[in-house]
């Protein structure tokens, strides 16, 4: 009977063991490749209802008549962009918006160059600085727009009493709303204050990639400081300054509460995201506020990747 169930022990495949250990790495791996989609699931599902469907609605909306008080809705193609530009408010608001952009851009990365370069070699205090340096980018837009109407104030502001003081006004100038030049500069410098220190961090992350033999090969070549810094530092710190940029172009198109705090209505500073929100939530003409909000997002990703097709270079150390 020993002999007999001898055979019968053996009629087992010798290999099934591997064969089971197989199958436990194969469900170990199904385990842990399943994971990391588990986790960005809750991000999609945020970016798919808060960000792709907005965006598919505006879109959508931007070619329809949507007047809540003036129904109904109906499909009037490019009608909204047409009464957009023969608006002369709107017009008036994205030539504003150009400035913006224009002196936001240019102000906010030759300081952010010039700060990160400051910041770029260690010395004592440094960390300190770059934590007090991050404040006015931390601080909401319309608590800046409120300071700096302390400077700005025509009756009681910080600018109109030094001026007074050091005799070269004779007296309290109203500086916001008058000119429409002047204005948009103001309030432009408050957004730059905001903007300066992330477009620091940003080109200053990227000087930080630059090997420090770089520079002692340039000092031994003979080139000087300058030289330096327009051979070597700018050109490594392209893909950083690009970043910069781009996120300056972002804000200044979409700058919104500081014109509103420092000046209101007036269509003197009045930004394109102001009018949106006039024409949307004070008109209630939510059609023509989805083509001019399309329109916005459309000029955006357009600067930007103009911007990173010039400025932004891939760099090889």
Known sequence: MSIEARPAASAVPPNQPREQRKRQKTRSRTRVDVLPYALITPLILFIIVLALVPAAMTLVQSFYKAQPLNPPNSFVGLGNFF???????????????GWYVLIGVVLSTVLGIFMAVTLQKPFRGRSILIAVLILPWALPGVVEGIVWSGIWDSN????????????????????????????????EIVQVWQMTPLSTLLVLAALQNIPGELYEAAALDGATGWQAFLRVTLPLARPGIAVAMVQSVIATLNVFDQPF?????????????????????????????????????????????????????????
């Open 261 to 317: 705090v420092l000046n209101g209505a007036a269509a003197t500073g009045a930004s394109v995201t102001q009018q949106i929100y006039f024409v949307s939530f004070q008109n209630l003409d939510f059609g023509q506020g989805y083509a001019l909000s399309l329109l916005v997002t459309i000029v955006t990703v357009a600067i930007s990747l103009v911007v990173v097709r010039i400025v932004y270079r891939t760099v090889e150390f």
């Open 83 to 97: 009464r957009l530009f023969a608006d002369d408010t709107i017009v008036s608001s994205m030539v504003n918006t």
């Open 156 to 187: 009681t502001g910080l600018l109109n009493s030094v001026l007074t003081s050091l005799n070269l006004i004779d007296s309290y100038q109203v500086f916001l709303g008058q000119n429409q030049f002047m204005t948009i500069l103001l309030i």
